[in-house]
């Protein structure tokens, strides 16, 4: 394709490293550039406007253009633009939200650890753990426990626990010390004629005899998030938490709940850990904390681990971890104001109110002749594409039939993503039913264009 080397696209391929692209075709099909946002919309280069249904990355809950949230920012800015908490320093943006984030948080926790992504947090959990075994004299317990399909980040440990195959292929991933247990996607991993509840009790009993072969003195925590979301938004079977949590306590197996996706009302409650009845150790969050209008996350820990984590570095002489943007003061006063507005809002009855049409009509589109699986809770959902409904055998990797899916919604103005051949759906909490109507009826028309297309080229 020949392109005006001044137009935005021409200089996007000429100086952008693109995470999570084809870097050898990126150049042919180019960029989508968003120069704008308002509202569930964004616009592009040429001012068509979108449906953004994955809220940018599953975090943008307020919108794009929520002046509460820049003004907040404007204010922290003139007021103190920056500062850390490295040796005793604090300032009040960061205790104050601190203190919010305990008392909102959906099991006692302690102290609150402040970072700039999920990756960062999540990472940061894992050397807690490390450092807390450390502390309490058992130094095998070092074993981290992730599930296949999980996602919880791209730095190196973190990525360790991402069981989705092309974050670790050639990467030289995972780490060692890193263990993994099954993934609770009852569609895919059922035996067949297997009811939910048996599936449960199967994947209980794997993850115990895990525990069990690796050494309970060696393993350490388990990382899940409540709901699954770049594995495939996968929603565990009602009974699944209820039934890993005691073997976790059995064995003294810290669980980290990665709230990164589910945490601030996604899936109808403030957090994923309600919604599926889920008491963690540790609890990371991130994205919507401040409507990712800036880059902020956090780790909340239990009293547990800090009273572990104050003996080693009252040995050491100091808890040698931070980050220089972790706790950033504009950040927090952001995210305070997004859990304003959050609470005065009413945000969650909202999600409440429109999360039904969202749910029923994508369990509607399961009837479309691509559609193997609808499933979701709350405004988080997916529609799984299958070349054989009966079977459920996909589509060869190939034929890419999910992102020509996601290309056509996106000819029709609605931005989904795919996940392989799984459209995933996590728009701002605050699309109303129009706009839920719209985004299905755009759908409905990507998914029959998809599938005239595949009749054409004999992939069905
Ligand atoms: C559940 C979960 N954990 C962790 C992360 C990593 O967050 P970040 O991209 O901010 O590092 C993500 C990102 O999508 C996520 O979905």
Redesign the pocket.
């Known amino acids: 394709m020949v392109r005006n080397p001044n137009s935005l696209a021409a200089r996007d391929i000429a100086s952008l490293l693109h995470p999570y692209t084809n870097l050898k075709t990126h150049p042919e099909t180019g960029p989508l550039i968003v120069t704008k946002g308002d509202g569930v919309h964004v616009v592009d280069e040429d001012g068509k406007r979108y449906i953004e249904a994955m809220a940018g ?2 975090c943008t809950s307020l919108g794009f253009s929520e002046p509460r949230l820049v003004e907040a920012a404007i204010d922290a800015m003139n007021r103190l633009p920056f500062y850390h908490g490295f040796t005793s320093k604090s300032h009040p943006p960061a205790i104050e939200l601190a203190e919010r984030l305990i008392k909102m948080a959906p099991a006692p926790m302690s102290k609150v650890f402040f970072a700039n ?4 947090a ?1 990472d940061t959990a894992i050397k807690l753990v490390w450092y807390m075994n450390n502390a309490l004299g058992r130094p095998e317990k070092k074993k981290i426990i992730s599930r296949q399909r999980a ?4 730095t190196i440990a ?1 990525a360790s626990l991402t069981a989705i195959p092309n974050n670790q292929r050639d990467f030289d991933l995972p780490i060692a010390r890193i263990i993994f247990t099954d993934c609770p996607h009852h569609y895919r991993y059922a035996l067949p004629g297997e009811s939910e509840d048996a599936f449960v009790q199967r994947l209980a009993d794997n993850l115990e005899k895990l525990i069990v072969a690796e050494g309970p003195d060696t393993v350490a925590a388990m990382f899940a ?1 409540p709901v699954m ?2 594995g495939g938004v996968i929603v565990p079977p009602a009974r699944y938490f209820e039934k890993i949590q005691p073997i976790l306590r059995k064995y003294d197996v810290l669980l980290i709940a ?1 709230e ?2 589910c945490g601030f009302g996604r899936t109808g409650n403030m957090w994923g850990s309600e919604t599926f009845k889920i008491k963690p150790d540790m609890i ?1 969050c ?2 919507a904390l401040s409507s990712a209008y800036l880059p902020i ?1 956090a780790l909340m820990i239990s009293e547990r681990v800090f009273q572990a984590l104050v003996s080693e570095s009252e040995k050491i002489g100091v808890f040698g971890h931070g980050f220089t943007y972790g706790g950033h003061p504009v950040a927090c006063a952001v995210a305070l104001k997004a859990l304003d507005i959050y609470r005065d809002d009413r945000i969650l009855d909202h999600v409440c109110a429109v999360a039904p049409q969202l749910q029923q009509g994508l369990r509607r589109l399961a009837a479309h002749p691509l559609v193997g699986e609808a499933r979701g809770v709350g405004l988080i959902g997916a529609l799984e594409l299958v070349k054989d409904k009966a079977t459920k055998e996909p589509f060869p990797p190939a034929a890419a039939i999910g992102p020509k899916a996601a290309l056509a919604a996106q000819e029709h103005g609605v931005i989904l993503r795919a996940m392989g051949d799984t459209l995933a759906f996590s728009p701002p909490l605050i699309i109303d039913a129009r706009q839920i109507t719209t985004l299905l009826d755009a759908v409905q028309k990507a998914l029959d264009e998809t599938l005239a297309l595949a009749k054409r080229d004999g992939i069905v």
Do not use: M
Request: without cysteine.
């Open positions: 990355l599953w992504s999920g990756s960062e999540n996602y919880h980040g791209v973190s998030e979301g770049a990665d990164v996706i990371s991130a994205k996350s």
